[in-house]
């Protein structure tokens, strides 16, 4: 029965929202940024993401995977410069370095990367302890044994305050990775206690975070970011764009980011999700203004981009 409601409902936003027609020339994406694109070995070619954001006219693109992705983002960029006539913008490929160790985070390894040129550092993902416990089915003492767990006694420890302090020397932007709600809660306190700007939470009502909508709300009453994924929506996952809205609307539409999490193989390309992303948005009542936002100025604020104006609605 809650699925029937569920189908009943998304039909009905259907027929209530007038959306652009003349696909796909009416869903061309200039200035979108996309925060969160996986790419490497058993996903998505990096090149020909890069091409296909550049064909959709896409401000940038942040390269993730579980080595830095620096390297990677100039070898593209470069590449691009090659290979798009001059017609066409190429898209900017960003990189960044995930802290993926299952011991406390590595402040050194990421001033290292940024050092050199990234501009995004994640606290630990695939093995974080609310990782191993949520999506590999780890007892939570087994978990934060073999997992990164950045609480000690219900306070931080030493070594994630100092990334804190990494990201805020280099003006990054810092993703609170797969960390657990209590960590999240921790490091938001900590990030606006120290003036971190530029911190984010990804995929947050992806059921790895465990997260509720008042948690969002929490985490962004302390000026976090909170970074929705069309990943989020896909068939893997499968999160009501319903509930999607209301957190959006619960949190405001100021504190919000929209990325994709595409390059896995049931996700496509960024451009692709991207365009799927916004059609869902509108059809939950989001003007073409607050898209622009959540998909342009946001991210492209996060990565220190140049300001520009939008590229429509606002």
């Not at 696909?23 to 090149?47: E, M, N, R, T």
């Not at 960590?183 to 790895?208: I, K, T, W």
Request: proline share 6%; glycine share 8%.
């Amino acid at each position: 029965m809650n699925d029937v409601r569920r189908m009943q409902r998304a039909y009905a936003m259907i027929r209530e929202r007038e959306l652009p027609t003349n696909y796909p020339a009416s869903f061309q994406l200039p200035g979108v940024v996309d925060i969160h694109v996986h790419v490497g070995k058993g996903l998505s070619d990096p090149l020909d993401l890069a091409l296909r954001a550049t064909a959709a006219g896409m401000r940038a693109i942040v390269f993730k995977t579980p080595s830095p992705t620096l390297d990677l983002a100039l070898t593209v960029n470069a590449a691009l410069r090659l290979l798009v006539n001059d017609e066409m913008t190429p898209v900017e490929c960003i990189g960044g370095v995930v802290l993926e160790t299952p011991g406390p985070p590595q402040a050194a390894v990421a001033r290292r990367w940024l050092a050199k040129g990234a501009r995004v550092v994640w606290f630990a993902t695939g093995s974080s302890a609310n990782h191993r416990e949520r999506a590999q089915g780890l007892s939570r003492a087994a978990a934060r044994r073999s997992g990164q767990y950045v609480l000690k006694g219900g306070s931080l420890i030493p070594e994630a305050i100092e990334v804190i302090e990494t990201a805020i020397e280099f003006g990054a932007a810092l993703s609170f990775g797969h960390l657990s709600r209590d960590e999240l809660l921790a490091l938001a306190r900590e990030a606006e206690r120290r003036g971190l700007a530029r911190a984010f939470v990804d995929h947050p009502l992806n059921p790895v975070m465990g997260l509720t909508i008042d948690d969002c709300v929490r985490i962004a009453s302390h000026g976090v970011w909170l970074n929705f994924t069309a990943a989020e929506l896909s068939p893997m996952f499968g999160i009501d764009p319903a509930d999607v809205g209301r957190a959006i609307r619960a949190i405001g539409v100021e504190r919000v980011v929209l990325s994709s999490d595409a390059g896995h193989p049931t996700m496509g390309d960024p451009a692709e999700s991207m365009r799927m992303w916004r059609t869902v948005a509108l059809w939950q009542g989001f003007t073409e203004a607050e898209i622009a936002q959540m998909t342009e100025a946001h991210p492209a604020w996060l990565l220190g981009l140049p300001e520009i104006a939008p590229s429509s609605g606002g």
